[in-house]
């Protein structure tokens, strides 16, 4: 069993960096981030395969970078030049194939809140 936790979330002005980690217990492969603003769907971010490669939303391409590191089953968030409209809890996930749906992932983190004021 996989569990996944995040940490590095909080309140940043428009314009900042932040970087969201994901500490996972057991084996994984398929890693990604996705975010849920109040009252909209759980949206994908970025995954990142076992070997390293990676795909980003349109919205987050050139300000996010997502990595992880094998020696300590942990996945990174870079993300940059924040701005007001990527306010959401991000959540970090775990699947067997690299993939921008939901269904393809198995396990779930609890979530990290992050807020862009302008």
């Known amino acids: 069993q996989v569990q996944l936790v995040e940490s590095g979330g909080g309140v940043v002005q428009t314009g900042d960096s932040l970087r969201l980690s994901c500490a996972a217990s057991g084996r994984t492969y398929a890693m990604g981030w996705f975010r849920q603003a109040p009252g909209k769907e759980r949206d994908f971010v970025a995954t990142?395969?076992?070997?390293?490669?990676?795909n980003y939303a349109d919205s987050v391409k050139g300000r996010f970078t997502i990595s992880r590191d094998k020696a300590k089953n942990t996945v990174y968030l870079q993300m940059n030049s924040l701005k007001p409209e990527d306010t959401a809890v991000y959540y970090c996930?775990?699947?067997?194939?690299?993939?921008?749906?939901?269904?393809?992932?198995?396990?779930w983190g609890q979530g990290t809140q992050v807020t862009v004021s302008s």
């Open positions: 990142i395969s076992w070997t390293g490669g990676t």
């Open positions: 996930a775990a699947g067997s194939s690299v993939s921008s749906l939901l269904m393809s992932y198995t396990h």
